[in-house]
């Protein structure tokens, strides 16, 4: 059974995978009884936030779920996304530092990497994605990064056109959705 974090998530991995299939919600105190379920129907693990492209995963067994308190699988996947966002922020910072040297092919690449591997559900990542394919005149890169934010809602919708100040809001968006603006900036 995959078990996602985010409705982008899930989403994501039914498109790179080419894998038909629904995405549907539960809540954390249902998972026990889903487990149980999912367990009387032949279904033995979970896998949490399974990467659609790396052939590596985290499986848990469905039957230490049944019988858990919520609190046991929320500290499971607590740590799992922690581990994630640590080396999401690696890939960010590196990002910045090759755009300050004006490198932004490799600065695109290690967003994309973000968005693939990752967490593609922050807006501002597809953002930077789409504004340095722009600036790179990858026309069918810059389109698809559009298509994502759609899924935004209408704040992320229309067209992306480079200047400074799109380029600044998606910055500090990205950094304060990976928790990487210290707490003095006064944003929350």
Request: charged share 20%.
């Given at each position: 059974?995959?078990?996602?974090s ?15 299939g ?11 009884e ?12 979970g ?6 492209r790396c052939?590596?995963f985290?499986?848990i067994?469905l039957?230490a779920?049944?019988k858990?308190p919520?609190e046991?699988?929320?500290?499971l996947?607590?740590?799992q996304?922690?581990?994630r966002?640590?080396?999401?922020e690696?890939r960010?910072q590196?990002a910045?530092?090759?755009?300050a040297?004006g ?6 690449s290690?967003l994309?990497y973000?968005?693939d ?11 930077m ?5 722009g600036?790179?005149?990858d026309?069918?890169a810059?389109a698809?990064?559009?298509?994502r ?5 209408p ?5 992306l056109?480079f ?5 600044s809001?998606?910055?500090v968006?990205l950094m ?7 707490q003095?900036a006064g944003i929350?």
């Open positions: 059974m995959l078990l996602f985010s409705l982008f998530a899930a989403t994501e991995y039914l498109r790179a995978t080419g894998t038909p629904t995405v549907g919600q539960l809540k954390v105190e249902a998972l026990p889903r487990a149980r379920a999912w367990l009387s129907a032949g279904v033995q693990a896998v949490m936030d399974r990467c659609p052939p590596q985290l499986a067994n039957a779920i049944a858990s919520k046991d699988f929320a500290k996947w607590a740590y996304r922690a581990a966002l640590v080396l999401a690696i960010i590196s910045m530092k090759h755009s040297a490198a932004h092919a490799a600065a695109r290690d994309e973000v968005r591997h990752f967490d593609c559900s922050v807006p501002y990542l597809h953002q994605i789409g504004l340095y394919a600036m790179q005149h026309e069918s810059k698809i990064a559009m298509e934010l759609k899924e935004f809602g704040q992320f919708e229309g067209p056109v200047s400074p100040e799109a380029l809001t998606a910055i968006g304060a959705n990976f928790g990487m603006l210290p003095s929350k």
